[in-house]
């Protein structure tokens, strides 16, 4: 059977405006406003004022203020000029395809999660800074990039789709404010796969289910990101422990941002409140879907045939029961070039929260206890980043030591040894339906979640009253 082209062109009609959700989500108001996608050139022709300040931003610079940092110095800290404990920092790898021998790439650099297009970030604002942010990384649904090198050989990210403008055009007229995908894209990525970093941060909560969150579940609130962290300007609101700068210092993100204080109308519950934060109930367990990278021992590389690279010996968890310990909102960071303070175990706290059990401004708080192995130098006692996508190729743990302390330090021969270390990470997402939460005896019972000792008291505070 034949249909003449009037009827067909008349269902096609009928089909778009039909009401279908499919339908109605192809339409971005962005496709009205320019014909042809030039680059983030595009983007500036009316918003450059939102340009320059999201150059100003943590997103950009990667460095921020401080205040909560009680070593900081007022100087500004974050990825930048601070050292983690999994890809340890980017100036020795932040841009460039590392390639194995099967011309496979396994590694692209730090930069991939910078929403740049490859320059570094600098502190002085110029239109070449403002044309090398990325705007579409953040705001662009379905947006994908990769790496390149120009004539020069030098390394820029370009759209995949930068040979096809018409797929372009079509691609960067999609923009909106963000999306939980497009924030997962690079903060469930981070540290090397799928959760290795953060742990509570799963690519499932792009579309998950109550009972694994019950604020980003797509059949329940369905909040996104932008619904807790967005501020104004760029400056992203909220600041785990672990985190050196802050885009909102004097706009901080709590629970108690939308939640009340005494929120559960039983009184025992609500005594809580006052030295046991949220997340402590709420978040009973994380990596509940991906597996999170516990330990990353760097000086015992190990080689993945099947994949044909290396890396370091990462020991994973799942399901993992998070540690607890006082923080009153502050905290101390190791820094680069400076001595490290070693524990009574002989281990170094990266990333330190303050507090104690007799701070007014303390609470207990969960967290995800991040354990590695890196390299010190041995005169000065400092910390060493690795140069890591090389070694990924290669697995020569010397030569990636030697030329993260030549990145960092200026020398090219360290004489170093192997330290552990440990990082406190601040857990909040993956938060658990009210009746799912923590019960008394989950803590206040032989063999439960809390080791008093270590926390301050003598023994549990409970059963102490009973007496």
Excluded at 106 to 129: R, T, V
Excluded at 214 to 230: F, I, K, P, R, S
Aim: aromatic share 10%.
């Amino acid at each position: 059977m034949r249909i003449s082209a009037a009827i067909m062109l008349a269902l096609v009609i009928v089909t778009a405006w039909s009401g279908d959700s499919s339908a109605k989500r192809r339409f971005y108001p962005h496709q009205e406003y320019f014909d042809t996608y030039e680059g983030t050139e595009t983007c500036l022709f009316c918003h450059e004022e939102e340009a320059t300040t999201f150059f100003h931003s943590q997103h950009y610079q990667w460095l921020g203020d401080a205040p909560q940092v009680v070593n900081a110095d007022n100087e500004k800290l974050g990825k930048l000029n601070t050292m983690n404990d999994f890809c340890t920092s980017p100036g020795p790898s932040w841009i460039g395809n590392a390639v194995n021998s099967d011309g496979k790439v396994i590694a692209q650099g730090c930069s991939k999660c910078h929403a740049g297009l490859g320059k570094m970030p600098s502190p002085i604002l110029s239109k070449e800074q403002l044309e090398n942010i990325d705007c579409l990384i953040c705001h662009a649904s379905g947006y994908r990039r990769d790496a390149y090198q120009d004539e020069d050989g030098q390394w820029e990210w370009k759209p995949i789709l930068w040979k096809n403008q018409r797929g372009m055009d079509s691609i960067s007229k999609r923009i909106s404010l963000p999306k939980r995908k497009m924030c997962l894209r690079c903060h469930a990525g981070a540290g090397g796969g799928q959760n290795y970093k953060r742990g509570d941060i799963e690519y499932e909560l792009a579309d998950c289910s109550p009972d694994f969150d019950v604020h980003m579940a797509t059949e329940g609130n369905n909040m996104q990101c932008v619904d807790c962290h967005a501020g104004n300007d760029h400056r992203v609101r909220g600041r785990g422990s672990d985190l050196a700068g802050t885009d909102s210092p004097d706009n901080l993100l709590f629970c108690t941002s939308c939640h009340e204080e005494q929120p559960h109308n039983v009184p025992a519950l609500d005594y809580h409140t006052e030295k046991v934060y949220c997340t402590v109930c709420h978040i009973t367990e994380f990596a509940k879907t991906d597996k999170t990278d516990m330990k990353r021992d760097w000086s015992t590389p190990q080689r993945h045939e099947e994949a044909n690279k290396y890396s370091a010996t990462i020991t994973f968890g799942q399901n993992v029961t998070p540690v607890y310990a006082w923080y009153n909102g502050t905290t101390r960071v190791m820094k680069m070039g400076e001595k490290v303070e070693y524990n009574d175990d002989g281990s170094i706290t990266m990333m330190d929260p303050q507090g104690n059990r007799k701070d007014k401004k303390s609470k207990l708080h969960a967290f995800k206890l991040h354990e590695a192995v890196l390299p010190v130098l041995r005169e000065e006692q400092w910390l060493i980043p690795l140069a890591v996508d090389e070694f990924f190729v290669d697995g020569d743990i010397v030569k990636a030591v030697n030329e993260g302390s030549a990145s960092a330090y200026g020398n090219h021969h360290p004489d170093y040894e192997w330290v552990k270390t440990k990082r406190y990470m601040g857990i909040y997402h993956e938060v658990r339906p009210a009746d799912q939460a923590l019960q008394c005896l989950d803590c206040h019972s032989d063999g439960g979640r809390l080791n008093w000792k270590e926390l301050g008291y003598k023994k549990d505070p409970i059963l102490d009253s009973l007496k």
